[in-house]
Nanobody
Framework: QVQLEESGGGLVQAGASLRLSCAASGRISSWYTVGWFRQAPGKEREFVTSIRWNGDTDYAEFVKGRFIISSDNAKNMVYLQMNSVRPEDAAVYYC?????????????????WGQGTQVTVSS
């Protein structure tokens, strides 16, 4: 079982940057995919980005060129650098871990989830 804890959320001005962190602990497979999802009030949880154990990344179209996912395997950390933040980026952001190493985008593919961190954007 993998435990995940997000941090770094808060209030950010539109156009500014914010970095979210995800700390992983527990039994982490050597082959994994870690994803970031978000959920705004009244909306379904949606895929934002993911990173595989080999460094391959995947981004939803609406964050390409603005958000960057990275990992520090030695520290069991995954980061989400959010640049040029928009009001529509406001949501609770979750990190999630899959035991497999595929290019997953569905929440159902991820077995372990953090509690989420709130991102609020002021315009």
């Amino acid at each position: 079982q993998v435990q995940l804890e997000e941090s770094g959320g808060g209030l950010v001005q539109a156009g500014a940057s914010l970095r979210l962190s995800c700390a992983a602990s527990g039994r982490i497979s050597s082959w994994y995919t870690v994803g970031w999802f978000r959920q705004a009030p009244g909306k379904e949880r949606e895929f934002v980005t993911s990173i595989r154990w080999n460094g391959d990344t995947d981004y939803a179209e609406f964050v390409k060129g603005r958000f960057i996912i990275s990992s520090d395997n030695a520290k069991n950390m995954v980061y989400l650098q959010m640049n040029s933040v928009r009001p529509e980026d406001a949501a609770v952001y979750y990190c999630a871990c899959s035991s497999g190493s595929g290019s997953y985008r569905s929440p159902a593919d991820f077995l372990s989830w953090g509690q989420g961190t709130q991102v609020t954007v002021s315009s």
